[in-house]
């Protein structure tokens, strides 16, 4: 028998704590009033995380785009790369003069050295 008038008596104080909350009486106690300049700190340090979380994902997101971007202009780099290296062979140059009336050098280049020789003054 007493065992059921200690849970009702916690099924009526869980009751008021209630009714304490949603009619607003809660905020008027001297305790609430003390703890209020903690609650906004603890308010404020969430929002931070929060924010802090939304701007690392964005950063993420970024990063993940970034990267997708260097990856297919790396792709692109190396297929441009592969096409001039092919265009400038010199057998498919010298098809592609063939038309213009120039003509592949039969005969290997030759070095041209200069002396340079000091520039004398003459005097009369």
């Known amino acids: 028998m007493e065992e059921q008038k200690g849970t009702e008596k916690k099924k009526k104080k869980g009751g008021k704590n209630v009714m304490?909350?949603?009619?607003?009486?809660?905020?008027?106690?001297?305790?609430?009033?003390?703890?209020?300049?903690?609650?906004?700190?603890?308010?404020?340090?969430?929002?931070?995380i929060i924010t802090n979380t939304y701007i690392a994902e964005e950063k993420n997101r970024e990063l993940t785009q970034t990267s997708k971007r260097l990856n297919d202009l790396q792709v692109e780099y190396i297929q441009l790369?592969?096409?001039?290296?092919?265009?400038?062979?010199?057998?498919?140059?010298?098809?592609?003069?063939v038309g213009t009336g120039m003509k592949e050098a039969t005969e290997p280049l030759k070095r041209i050295n200069v002396n340079k020789e000091p520039n004398h003054t003459e005097e009369p």
């Open 20 to 48: 304490s909350v949603l009619g607003g009486m809660f905020l008027v106690k001297e305790k609430f009033s003390k703890q209020f300049p903690f609650m906004v700190y603890v308010t404020l340090l969430l929002m931070a």
């Open 81 to 97: 790369k592969s096409a001039i290296m092919d265009a400038s062979k010199q057998s498919i140059l010298a098809k592609r003069l």
